[in-house]
């Protein structure tokens, strides 16, 4: 294979990446949530993949750095947010007395979700302590969350949730994408249980979150995911 096919490899699968990402907006702007999780679900296994061929093929380059990140505000910034904001407008979603008559401009608060993955992707390119752990929420786990809490949980959110605790998430989840939390990676250097204790325990109580809650389990695995950077990483 020669040199110029081999360097476009990695970039050719960040394209799909956001091809997915651009189908999965699509979905979400016409309230196909499963379809919108679905392509999320696919844009972040080619995420996966564009950076391990970089790597193996030794074509990792500036482009390729800038590239990927434009692909991920769309794969997981803006298609999340459309979910929220597709969502947010449901006539079924119940909102406060006091936010009825603003029900019509409420859901552009999802964009916040949007603008915050942008932020969270630039601070990533610079910033060099992100080299084997993460300093914040990472943007493919954000939009998991949202994606399988509204697929697999929504018509609970509908009968049981209002508008006001979603606002008040999206604004939660909005600081953690930038905030200075360190976050574990889930790459394993060796498979001792003293050089993985953390990852250990995350895939142990991770298993039983995704067999009782189902699809919505992907959310609680980030939830979960959440709390034990919190209580475990040392401050960067």
């Known amino acids: 294979m020669s040199n110029a096919i081999t360097r476009r490899i990695p970039n050719t699968v960040t394209c799909l990446n956001l091809f997915s990402g651009c189908v999965a907006c699509v979905m979400a702007f016409e309230s196909k949530y499963d379809l919108a999780l679905g392509f999320i679900v696919l844009s972040a296994?080619?995420?996966?993949?564009?950076?391990m061929l970089a790597r193996l093929l030794h074509v990792s380059s500036p482009i390729g750095k800038e590239l990927d990140s434009l692909a991920d505000d769309i794969s997981f910034g803006l298609a999340p947010a459309l979910i929220l904001f597709s969502f947010l407008k449901e006539e079924a979603?119940?909102?406060?007395?006091?936010?009825?008559?603003a029900r019509d401009y409420i859901p552009y608060t999802a964009f916040f979700i949007a603008v915050f993955s942008a932020l969270r992707l630039a601070k990533f390119n610079v910033d060099e302590r992100q080299a084997s752990s993460f300093i914040g929420l990472p943007t493919p786990a954000n939009a998991l969350f949202w994606g399988s809490l509204i697929v697999g949980a929504g018509d609970l959110l509908?009968?049981?949730?209002?508008?006001?605790?979603?606002?008040?998430?999206?604004?939660?989840?909005?600081?953690?994408?930038?905030?200075?939390?360190?976050?574990?990676?889930?790459?394993?250097?060796?498979?001792?249980?003293?050089?993985?204790?953390?990852?250990?325990?995350?895939?142990?109580v991770s298993i039983p979150l995704l067999l009782?809650?189902?699809?919505?389990?992907?959310?609680?695995?980030?939830?979960?995911?959440?709390?034990?950077s919190l209580v475990t990483q040392k401050k960067a």
């Open 45 to 51: 296994i080619f995420d996966f993949f564009d950076g």
């Open 212 to 228: 009782i809650f189902k699809l919505s389990g992907i959310a609680a695995v980030i939830a979960w995911y959440i709390l034990l």
């Open 158 to 204: 509908l009968m049981h949730i209002n508008a006001l605790i979603l606002i008040a998430l999206i604004l939660l989840f909005s600081w953690l994408l930038v905030a200075e939390i360190p976050m574990f990676a889930l790459k394993l250097k060796d498979l001792s249980w003293k050089n993985n204790r953390v990852r250990y325990v995350f895939i142990l």
């Open 93 to 101: 979603l119940v909102y406060p007395e006091f936010l009825e008559v």
